[in-house]
């Protein structure tokens, strides 16, 4: 027996509901310390209680409350998000010194967002942090594919063998994080050039947003690092229709090979549990909105659509200010 | 300044997020009662405390617990799902009889089936009285549309000035409640033949389930008779791709016109709160799959997709069974 597409988003969206079980959920909560920015009240991410009892706080600059289990950054109200910024990078700067947490050696050099109320941007870190305050991130992933008489055949990325994360794993099309100040399309279209070497007038003419996958990821040992952190993401998602004579070619060492696989093939992997874990999200969610995954053939349609578009209970990006 | 689409997401999933609010989602839930069947622990769906003290409950047949608050149908653990039906056949009979409820005037002499865990069969209700017992119900929605180099235009109906709901008010190409036993592609064929007058050939070749559209109602005024009682609704959505020689005409007196739109028609209207509520939904959904609505251009784009995919806290169907 393979693994059921519910299991696969279960594995991505792992983190429990209240409504399943009220206790549980408030007992798992009670581990966390919420964190906060000064002068805002919204909650910007969980941070296990272990983690809270090693960084080095700075009195001055942070507020752990025990009582009301938050993490406070203590900018002033009004600050500026750079000085939050500050605030926030010599705590990190420090852990690295003291060697405290083992996703910092995977420190990255890219600094990713958080947003408050409305989308009001409030600070960045670096992202190998962002797991061990818990908060939201932001990535695309896009999924190119060709349409004809025969039907649909998707282009699939298998990471190489020698990638830190999930080597030899099937991979989207192409993905990428988005770092501060990066919108989705032109992230998107960036990183279908890297990864893909797909040129930004294809990319214009033939990709279009097609929606977003959000859930809540609770980090185990596959991830390496820490576990018990807390990854709730968001991956904007882009279809690209290619012409069947356009062959997507690898662009960097990243990875393996391209190829373009039917419909069966690609559930077949999925079943096997070939694709790194968020990508066969990914997928699920293409070939949901193709017509291929239907609620006549698929026993969990419901709870696979809703979970692969989970309102995260922290403020988001708002890319269009109102 | 018109609605924004955030606005018409909140008027269909208006029911409040735990998340938010714990305090107020604690509170609120507490004027409700939770009804269960016997032998089956899940919530099947909330009972406003003022509908539970209206019903005559016959005691052999019903548990009032005002402790737990909970109203459990109490045939056998392993009774058939055609002997739960007869006691909640007789329970809306009698009230009925009494008179006692408003929604009931609106009797349809359609049964909707209510599941547990897994999807097993558990029984099934009169429609008009689903909202009494704050039960997940089913339905199907479609949208044909035609698109050529200009871009994308939709079919979109008109509701009759006389229809006793929402009538004149803008309406997808198709939809309608899916009763017991029926599936949703079988509806989904039998709605486009009924009100669009769509060939069944045309509509399996043409159309393609594409989603699901998930959010929980709280009943106002609008929606007629009691308010405050709860319809958290699933709504199958398909695309039917049209030929532009192929114009739909109305079957029946439900729909006054059909017209072809353009995007920026059917923005209009949207913004301008001309169509039914759960109707507009569709549309949005749509506008996101299709790459009119995007995240550059939307401000409030995650909040739209997630709401528009609510896990409900209630057992759902399962088409397939596994």
Not at 121 to 133: G, I, K, N, T, V
Not at 134 to 146: E, F, N
Not at 174 to 195: F, K, L, Q, V
Not at 309 to 321: E, G, M, N
Request: include cysteine; hydrophobic fraction near 35%; aromatic fraction near 12%.
């Amino acid at each position: 027996m393979g693994k059921s597409m519910l299991d696969l988003v279960k594995e991505c969206d792992n983190f429990p509901y209240f409504e399943d079980n009220p206790e549980h959920y408030t007992s798992l909560l009670s581990s966390y310390y919420i964190f906060k920015v000064n002068g805002c009240d919204a909650a910007l991410g969980y941070i296990p209680q272990s983690v809270v009892e090693r960084f080095f706080w700075i009195e001055s600059e942070w507020k752990v409350d025990p009582t009301s289990r938050t993490v406070t950054l203590m900018a002033a109200p009004d600050a500026t998000p750079e000085a939050r910024t500050e605030i926030m990078s010599r705590l990190l700067a420090d852990a690295v010194r003291r060697d405290t947490f083992e996703v910092l050696k995977g420190w990255r050099h890219e600094m990713y967002p958080i947003y408050g109320p409305g989308g009001a941007y409030l600070l960045e870190m670096e992202r190998s942090a962002s797991p061990l305050f818990g908060i939201a991130t932001y990535g695309v992933h896009m999924t190119g594919y060709v349409q004809d008489d025969e039907g649909v055949k998707l282009w699939v990325a298998r990471r190489s063998k020698t990638k830190q994360t999930y080597p030899g794993m099937l991979d989207n099309t192409a993905a990428g994080g988005m770092s501060t100040g990066e919108h989705p399309y032109a992230c998107a279209i960036r990183e279908a050039a890297e990864e893909a070497s797909i040129p930004n007038d294809v990319f214009s003419e033939r990709a279009k947003p097609v929606g977003v996958i959000t859930y809540f990821y609770v980090r185990d040992a596959r991830a390496g690092g820490e576990t018990d952190l807390l990854q709730p993401e968001i991956e904007y998602i882009y279809d690209i229709r290619l012409d069947p004579s356009h062959a997507i070619k690898p662009c960097d060492s990243e990875v393996e090979d391209f190829r373009l696989w039917t419909v069966d093939e690609v559930k077949q992997s999925l079943s096997g549990g070939e694709w790194k874990p968020n990508c066969s999200m990914v997928i699920i969610d293409f070939l949901v909105r193709h017509g291929i995954i239907t609620p006549d053939s698929e026993p969990d349609y419901l709870e696979i659509v809703a979970r692969m578009h989970r309102r995260l209970p922290f403020p988001t990006a708002s890319f269009k200010v109102r």
